[in-house]
């Protein structure tokens, strides 16, 4: 099975550096460039199946490739959506830190184990996008190819699954407009790379 993994375009909250998790923001004029760019990438690699989160701009960044292959169904798979941040969901870092800054600075100091109020906590992130992806594996057929538009995060969390249980979370880097592929047999990883 091929596995591509996407992030979805830029958004505004990207270009404005806001935390956003389950916000479900939009893809701005940028963004939809990317996709555009991203279609024209991923349709030579003939997929089969497409997934996307519910949040509107992963479904957003599959439209330009979704009308070169209309008949490729589609699944929306919530377990790849981005970690949620609660109440500092559509605020900058520095306006979390004035409103909340005792727990901005214990969330800096452990960002993967310390959960502030009313935010998802990462190990719970974590376990549903690994849910999600066992799903999907268990769901696919050898021959398949698989394209999922998602998110930074969850992307992450799917490569430390699949490739490199040791990779640093922080340090992984998906630019948007551009693809990752994991090639499995027998759900075994064979071999994976970023194409830029």
Same mark, same amino acid.
């Given at each position: 099975m091929k596995?591509?993994?996407?992030?979805?375009?830029?958004?505004e909250f990207n270009r404005l550096r806001k935390f956003y998790g389950t916000a479900n923001v939009e893809i701005d004029e940028k963004g939809k460039e990317q996709a555009?760019?991203?279609?024209? &990438?991923?349709?030579?690699?003939?997929? $089969?199946?497409f997934?996307? #989160?519910?949040?509107k701009r992963t479904v957003q960044t599959l439209v330009p490739l979704k009308e070169q292959r209309p008949t490729v169904p589609t699944i929306v798979l919530p377990d790849?959506?981005?970690?949620?941040?609660?109440?500092?969901e559509g605020l900058d870092a520095n306006e979390i830190e004035n409103r909340y800054p005792d727990e901005w600075? &214990?969330?800096?100091?452990?960002?993967? $184990?310390?959960?502030?109020? #009313?935010i998802e906590a990462f190990s719970d992130f974590k376990e549903r996008v690994n849910y999600?992806?066992?799903?999907?594996?268990?769901?696919?057929?050898?021959?398949?190819v698989v394209f999922v538009v998602?998110?930074?995060?969850?992307?992450r969390i799917i490569y430390q699954e699949l490739v490199d249980p040791t990779a640093d979370?922080?340090?992984?880097?998906?630019?948007a407009s551009c693809y990752s592929v994991i090639n499995l047999k027998n759900g075994i990883v064979q071999n994976w790379y970023l194409n830029q």
């Open positions: 596995l591509i993994l996407a992030r979805h375009g830029e958004t555009k760019l991203l279609a024209t &990438k991923v349709n030579k690699l003939y997929p $089969t199946l997934v996307v #989160t519910n949040l790849f959506a981005e970690k949620g941040f609660g109440c500092w600075e &214990k969330w800096l100091a452990a960002p993967l $184990t310390y959960t502030p109020p #009313t999600g992806l066992r799903w999907l594996l268990d769901h696919t057929m050898e021959n398949d998602a998110h930074l995060g969850s992307i979370f922080y340090s992984l880097n998906f630019p």
